[in-house]
């Protein structure tokens, strides 16, 4: 991985990150499963955004689709700031 994307640790599970406009953003599903334990993180945030109307308004407006890095390959990912 490259300087500007690496990978965060909290509570001892990663959360992988980018460098983008001077600021790290964070992928939303990594942010999600560490702090639910979800098994299934994007599935949680649906039903989140389906509960929530305001969230799922505003969604666009805090998450942002951005490239990052995986073992993959670069892939794009929701990502916060």
């Known amino acids: 991985m490259e ?3 690496a990978l965060a640790v909290f ?3 990663r959360i992988r990150k ?3 406009n001077n600021e ?3 992928v939303i599903e990594d942010i999600v499963f560490v702090l639910t334990d979800s098994k299934d993180s994007k599935q949680y945030i649906n039903k989140m955004r389906q509960r ?3 969230l799922a308004q505003g969604w666009v407006q805090i998450v942002h689709t ?3 890095d995986t073992f993959g390959g670069a892939q794009k990912m929701n990502c916060v700031c």
Do not use: A, M, S
């Open 24 to 26: 790290w953003w964070f």
């Open 66 to 68: 951005l490239l990052v």
């Open 3 to 5: 300087q500007n994307q």
């Open 52 to 54: 929530d109307e305001p």
């Open 11 to 13: 509570e001892g599970k």
């Open 18 to 20: 980018t460098w983008h």
